[in-house]
């Protein structure tokens, strides 16, 4: 009798008859979700379909696009990833949890109590955008960026949003059989992100964020076009000048980044203090900073237009 296609369902089921598998296991030894079983595409054809739980506001304009500009914390704003669109932004950070079978938004697990899962306030808007306009913002020009950062169980989760995303393909960046194709939007995972679980699928939809010193040291953005590390490395709080060696610090961080064919981005930069905000915002984007974060979607946004960018 000959095997249909196997599934991730069908590899974790076969798993557990021969014994438990931790998540640490799967790092180690990657299970590859079968994107040849393609999903057919789903999802909403645009923003007025009625199904969207996450619909455009009444009145929804989008703002010139902002290609440094991201948008951290996003689900925690008013009118998730609208008002990032509303201000330009090209870029937006969800924060994913896996729970029983479910990929939900929070940045703890307080927060998933909300059950707002990445599909409905996410992936389904970006796809109605998509497939009605062919882009997400009108004027921006490269794809939009939408990182998912992962909070646990990584395996797991990667596997997950594979999976879920199979149905959506028509909208997104992938690599299929080693080529890249373009798409409209790019998934980036960061946070607890076990790449190697889906690096050689036939078909994968995510890309990675490196941190920690994960500089490639040849250039590979279908692998790793961002890499990101925390404001920690500097410490500077923005009052009076830079510090000599962290200035060069920033400086070797973006240069080595640049040199890798990635773009460099900083997370946890100190926001607290409005007047200083654009101190350290300038101090980045002085030293050729790709992506700026914030959850001070006008303000950044006031600040780039007044410098020209």
């Known amino acids: 009798m000959s095997r249909g296609p196997v599934t991730r369902r069908g590899l974790l089921g ?3 008859l021969v014994g438990a598998i931790s998540l640490g296991a799967l790092s180690a030894a990657p299970i590859m979700p079968n994107a040849r079983a393609e999903k057919p595409l789903i999802g909403p054809s645009s923003t007025a379909d009625p199904s969207l739980v996450n619909p455009p506001p009444p009145g929804f304009v ?3 696009a902002l290609v440094r500009a991201h948008a951290h914390n996003d689900y925690l704003h008013p009118r998730p990833l609208w008002d990032a669109l509303a201000a330009g932004f090209g870029s937006v950070e969800a924060d994913v949890w896996y729970r029983e079978g479910r990929l939900l938004l929070g940045h703890t697990r307080v927060e998933t109590l909300s059950a ?6 996410y992936i389904q808007p970006l796809a109605a955008l998509v497939r009605e306009s062919g882009r997400v913002l009108p004027d921006l020009e490269q794809p939009f960026q939408l990182l998912i950062d992962v909070k646990e169980e990584g395996a797991a989760t990667l596997l997950a949003i594979e999976e879920m995303l199979q149905g959506y393909r028509d909208i997104l960046c992938r690599v299929e059989d080693g080529r890249t194709v373009d798409g409209a939007i790019q998934v980036v995972y960061t946070g607890n992100r076990p790449f190697s679980v889906i690096s050689t699928a036939p ?4 890309t990675m964020d490196g941190h920690d010193g994960d500089v490639p040291t040849a250039p590979d953005p279908a692998r790793m076009p961002l890499v990101s590390e925390s404001w920690s490395m ?6 009076g000048s830079m510090p000599a060696d962290q200035e060069e610090r920033l400086e070797r961080f973006v240069a080595d980044v ?5 773009r460099a981005r900083f997370w946890g930069a100190p926001e607290l203090l409005p007047g200083r905000r654009p101190v350290i915002w300038d101090a980045q984007l002085n030293a050729g900073v790709d992506l700026i974060g914030t959850d001070h979607l006008q303000h950044l946004r006031e600040h780039l ?3 020209g960018l």
């Open 14 to 16: 076969r798993a557990a």
């Open 62 to 64: 989008p703002g010139s």
């Open 116 to 121: 707002r899962t990445l599909e409905q306030w």
């Open 203 to 206: 078909v994968r939809f995510g």
């Open 234 to 239: 500097l410490g500077w709080q923005g009052f």
């Open 258 to 262: 640049h040199a890798s064919g990635a």
């Open 305 to 307: 237009l007044a410098r």
